[in-house]
């Protein structure tokens, strides 16, 4: 028999433990210990107990659901009208349908009664305040197509496919750096700025990045000296030392609309990557909606090539 309680602070070891347990697959950080857990979920700003439900068996921890929110549009408060399921685990002799539609109903139940009316399953912006870094990669992509346990769990409790995420990796050891005949021009009209540990944009993006090394780059014209471009770079850790590559992920790029299609996107992330490239990492990724053509027509020209998807699912609305 299964007891579905709210996080306890003496859970951590064994919720490391049922983390330990689950198949290897690139977008899950193996090993896992309560201390990376507790600096990574439990101490943030936004984590709620009630909202960590825990499967247990017989005095033991089997299994985990963690349900929450995303922000306002201001990223000044969190805003329950959208709820998620951040992430469901079950213990690998603790595998039960049954447990797993459980932990999903009781996530439901707490997403409802903050005032959810539609359910996700998995992380993505903005609905992203957990496991970066844990899981995934450059940024949450909902449910990985390689997390085949997680992805049967939320289909066969009637959660559909809302959109696809594609996520690229580009590996920089040997990449040769120079651009099209395009870009000499903007190359000549602007500079390229970094900003080492830029500030957080609003609370909630603090509440996210909080402990990440991050870096900005900035595409600023000489004439005007406006920013026409800026992508931001970060570490990703712990996930990038259980691969053994030195990888940081790419995540913001934006160009000015005025200058979109005339390669100052390229320019920048040449340039960037090249620096980043003397910084020591071996491997970039980056991570764009399947529907964005534009961002992966660019992302191809530059040498990133597809390495897995995530599906954000979702399941709504829900009444009663």
């Not at 949450?140 to 990796?169: I, K, W």
């Not at 390229?192 to 509440?207: F, M, S």
Request: charged fraction near 25%; charge should be neutral.
């Amino acid at each position: 028999m299964f007891e579905i309680r709210p996080f306890r602070n003496s859970d951590p070891p064994g919720i490391a433990s049922v983390w330990r347990s689950q198949p290897p697959h690139r977008g899950l950080t193996r090993p896992v210990t309560a201390g990376v857990l507790e600096l990574c979920v439990f101490s943030k700003q936004v984590f709620d107990p009630e909202g960590m439900l825990v499967a247990e068996r017989g005095g033991e921890v089997v299994g985990f659901a963690h349900a929450g929110f995303g922000p306002d549009e201001r990223g000044e408060a969190i805003d329950t009208t959208l709820g998620t399921t951040h992430l469901l685990m079950l213990r690998a002799d603790a595998q039960d349908d049954a447990l797993a539609d459980e932990l999903i109903a009781r996530s439901e139940a707490y997403q409802k009664s903050r005032g959810a009316t539609v359910h996700y399953a998995g992380g993505i912006r903005p609905l992203d305040a957990f496991y970066l870094g844990l899981y995934g990669g450059s940024e949450l992509p909902g449910v990985l197509e390689s997390d085949p346990l997680q992805m049967a769990h939320f289909v066969r409790n009637d959660y559909t496919e809302a959109a696809r995420v594609v996520v690229m990796q580009r590996e920089l050891t040997r990449y040769r750096f120079g651009g099209p005949r395009e870009t000499r021009q903007i190359k000549r009209d602007t500079s390229v700025e970094q900003t080492v540990l830029p500030p957080p944009r609003h609370w909630w993006e603090a509440c996210v990045t909080s402990g990440q090394d991050r870096l900005r780059f900035g595409l600023r014209e000489r004439r005007t000296g406006a920013e026409i471009a800026h992508v931001l770079f970060w570490d990703i850790e712990p996930l990038a030392t259980s691969w053994g590559i030195p990888t940081v992920g790419m995540v913001d790029l934006w160009v000015d609309p005025s200058h979109r299609r005339k390669k100052a996107a390229t320019h920048l992330l040449n340039e960037s990557l090249r620096l980043m490239q003397r910084r020591g990492a071996a491997m970039v990724e980056a991570q764009t909606m399947a529907e964005n053509k534009a961002a992966l027509a660019l992302y191809e020209e530059i040498g990133f090539t597809p390495i897995d998807e995530g599906r954000v699912l979702r399941r709504g609305p829900s009444t009663g």
